[in-house]
């Protein structure tokens, strides 16, 4: 073990084969049925043949929890130059401009496309004879309303309405609970070519390891969010795509800018509930607890509409001086009527908690929200790997730059995709499925008798990211966390080297990747930027030009 990354665990050339064959080809295997995921798969289906592969059912991801929106110039009083603008002006000097341009002027298309898709958006007019007129709402960041929207379950009409079309599609074969391990590439079967073949993948519900081949694969796996304690992501968002490209010789960067959502309900059931943005955009005031008095205008000029890096911190710094466990959002000043149209099911969730939005403030605390770097992706989605691609939350496409401005992930998911699956439909006609793949070897392992260990090990990787790697950090915290996880990787390690793989060890596996490649990625930035606040130095470094961190792996000669 080199710096403290955890090395694959059966190259299968080593291993004899143990099973009888169970390869299952496709002209394309793409991981992950988010927004990246199924509409990469829908815009190329009619061409090809897909084996399209998540770990729960097919909608479970983090689009199908988007509240807020999409964004897209539609506005006549918005330009893409100032879409443009407000992305850069958050992204804090890393963004791509090239990259931003492309996104940000694909945004109208990109809704027809959705639209097209059956995806009923909110509009003003609701009228079917007229032309379409969204509305749209206001968040952090940016300066015109270009959020379109469903009411506040954006994500969900989103994803369910793109699943409705890939469940009746002859080309796209799907494949639910079932967990990507570890990409196969020419390179860890000992040939010289790097290319990327297919993957070992767990089904879940039977425990066998499959052979998933394909001409061209897709990583499409999401975020990272539960490396920290407190997230608004749901339990799918490990880091498996950036674990796994990364062990297969990617490179991936800015993995320090996390971004913190400033605001998820504080309940002990709630489980993160994400309180969305735009109800600050709608007048909702951040309060202290204890007096309730209004603080956000001492921290940013744009008080409750500063991006969420501000107001995290903000609110951060004002429950760590006051010892308090949560702040206050309120809307209450809103009729009741304002509420329940704009947030329907904002509003019904909290009265489950006993919190009626209507009529009083809800107590709210930041949680990890957003992945902004990833596996290093070009304009078409490709990595550093051929054959391979990284598309949405999992790459890092130069889009989001330090800060991801909000509503513009799910944007770049779709762009990104659709060029994707251009440049994968131009590209497949002139390559040929491999041979038969070895298959996953079990011979050296056995069942488990220490459960433990995994669960311990979660805990305590998920405590000690929140503690010295969160919202504000310091060298000596870094410093403290490195060593962690380094011990947690040896041991996790050696346990997986023995014993028959679960979820769970997967899962916690790439965890503990990912968990130090963010922790390495921020002792690398000696400034604070964007999403990276570092205690120790609190200012940005004038004295170099912004650059990218970039990690290499060390088994990529
Ligand atoms: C609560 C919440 C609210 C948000 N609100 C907004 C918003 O309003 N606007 C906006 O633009 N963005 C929002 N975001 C961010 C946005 O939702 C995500 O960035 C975006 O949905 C990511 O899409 P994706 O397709 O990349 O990944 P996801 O939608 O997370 O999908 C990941 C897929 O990969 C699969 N997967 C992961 N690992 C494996 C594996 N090892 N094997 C097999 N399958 C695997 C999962 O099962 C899942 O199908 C929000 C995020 C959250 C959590």
């Known amino acids: 073990m080199k710096n403290g990354i955890v090395k694959v665990k059966t190259t299968p050339s080593q291993y004899p084969q143990t099973r009888p064959s169970t390869q299952n080809n496709s002209d394309v295997l793409i991981i992950g049925s988010g927004a990246a995921g199924l509409t990469l798969a829908l815009s190329l289906a009619d061409q090809c043949k897909i084996n399209l592969v998540c770990k729960e059912h097919l909608t479970e991801s983090a689009t199908l929890y ?7 110039v539609l506005d006549k009083n918005d330009s893409l130059d100032d879409h443009v603008e407000d992305t850069l002006n958050a992204g804090a000097g890393l963004c791509n401009e090239r990259i931003v341009r492309k996104v940000v002027s694909d945004g109208p298309q990109s809704i027809r496309w959705l639209s097209d898709q059956g995806v009923c958006f909110t509009q003003i007019n609701g009228n079917q004879n007229t032309e379409k007129q969204y509305h749209l709402t206001r968040e952090g960041g940016h300066r015109h309303r270009r959020i379109v929207h469903a009411a506040d379950a954006t994500g969900r009409e989103m994803e369910t309405s793109l699943a409705k079309h890939a469940i009746n599609h002859p080309n796209i074969n799907i494949h639910e609970k079932h967990i990507a391990i570890d990409l196969i590439t020419g390179r860890k079967l000992g040939r010289k070519s790097k290319r990327c073949l297919g993957a070992y993948i767990l089904n879940k519900t039977t425990g066998n390891v499959g052979v998933f081949g394909a001409k061209m694969v897709v990583l499409a ?73 209004t603080f956000m205008s001492a921290y940013d000029t744009r008080a409750e509409l500063a991006p969420r890096d501000v107001v995290a911190r903000a609110i951060d710094h004002v429950m760590k001086k006051s010892g308090a466990e949560f702040v206050h959002l309120d809307i209450s000043h809103k009729s009741k009527d304002f509420i329940l149209q704009h947030f329907p099911n904002i509003y019904a969730r909290c009265l489950d908690f006993g919190y009626d939005m209507a009529t009083q403030a809800i107590p709210v605390v930041p949680a990890a929200h957003y992945t902004c770097g990833g596996i290093m992706s070009d304009a078409c989605g490709r990595t550093d790997i051929e054959g391979l691609y990284a598309l949405g939350e999992t790459a890092h496409t130069g889009m989001h730059g330090a800060n991801r401005m909000a509503s513009n992930s799910l944007l770049e998911c779709i762009v990104f995709a659709a060029e994707a699956a251009r440049n994968i439909a131009k590209t497949l006609p002139e390559i040929t499925l491999s041979e038969r793949l070895p298959e996953w070897d079990e011979s050296r392992v056995t069942d488990s008798d220490e459960e433990v260990v995994v669960t311990h090990n979660w805990h305590e990787l998920r405590q000690f990211m929140w503690d010295y790697v969160g919202i504000v950090r310091t060298d000596k915290r870094l410093q403290r966390a490195k060593r962690r996880v380094e011990l947690l990787l040896t041991e996790i390690n050696d346990y997986y080297n023995h014993f028959r793989v679960s979820s769970d060890l997967i899962e916690l596996r790439n965890l503990a990747v990912v968990s130090d490649l963010i922790i390495r990625s921020a002792m690398l930035r000696k400034e604070s930027r964007g999403l990276h606040y570092t205690a120790d130095y609190p200012e940005l470094d004038h004295t170099h030009p912004p650059k990218n961190t970039i990690l290499t792996p060390d088994n990529d000669t």
Request: hydrophobic share 35%; charged share 20%; glycine share 14%.
């Open 66 to 72: 988007a509240q807020g929106g999409i964004s897209a």
């Open 221 to 293: 796996t999401g975020g990272a969010g539960k490396v920290y304690l407190y997230t608004s992501n749901p339990d799918i968002a490990s880091g498996d795509g950036i674990a796994m490209a990364w062990r297969a010789g990617c490179r991936i960067a800015n993995m320090e800018f996390i971004q913190f959502h400033p605001t998820c309900l504080f309940h002990p059931q709630a489980k993160s509930f994400l309180i969305t943005e735009a109800i600050r955009g709608e007048g909702g005031r951040l309060r202290t607890p204890d007096d309730n008095k």
